[in-house]
Structures are given as structure tokens and as C-alpha cells.
């Protein structure tokens, strides 16, 4: 483990920008989905309420994937968290610092 040289201020870096990313990822999706789309905004278009469907569609696809990113960017900083923890106590298990 001597030979290893990790770097806690890089890892600590990575696992705040991954909480400070899914954050920002949280809020951009707590405006998603927004409020069921009215057909009548798009005037006489031809099915209008069909694109009003897909609308909604678009929207709720969007959330999905906004909380999915977010997710994978928490488990992120954990996972990242951890790691940290098990090299100290592996240093200290071996004697280091």
C-alpha cells in the first residue's frame, strides 16, 4: 500500500461535484412534469390534442430521467465517500497515517 499514492483532495473534489451536479439535476426535474399540456394552445392545428399527448409524453420521459441521473450521481459521491473511508483505514490498519 506504500506504493499507492491516492490523492483524498481529488476524490473529495469528484464526490462534491458529483452531490453539487445532482442537485442541480433535482431542481432542473422538480419542474418536471409540468401540468397536463391543453391542445388548445396550439390553435386549429390538426390533432392538437395528439401533440398534446406527446407533449406530456416528452415531459414525464424528462422527470424519468432527470431522477435517474440524479440517482446515479449520489450513488456516485457515496461510492466515492466510500472509498476514502476504506483507504484510511486501510493506511491506518498498516501503519500509515
Not at 442541480?24 to 388548445?40: L, N
Not at 420521459?61 to 432527470?66: K, P
Amino acid at each position: 500500500m506504500a506504493d499507492v499514492d491516492i490523492h483524498f483532495q481529488a476524490l473529495d473534489q469528484c464526490r462534491t461535484t458529483a452531490r453539487t451536479l445532482a442537485g442541480k439535476f433535482e431542481e432542473i426535474g422538480d419542474k418536471y412534469p409540468a401540468k397536463t399540456a391543453d391542445s388548445s394552445v396550439f390553435g386549429k392545428l390538426t390533432d392538437s390534442s395528439g401533440l398534446a399527448t406527446a407533449l406530456d409524453t416528452v415531459e414525464k420521459t424528462l422527470d424519468d430521467q432527470l431522477g435517474r441521473v440524479a440517482k446515479k450521481l449520489r450513488l456516485v459521491e457515496r461510492a466515492l465517500d466510500q472509498v476514502q473511508d476504506n483507504v484510511r483505514g486501510a493506511n491506518r490498519a498498516g501503519g500509515g497515517h
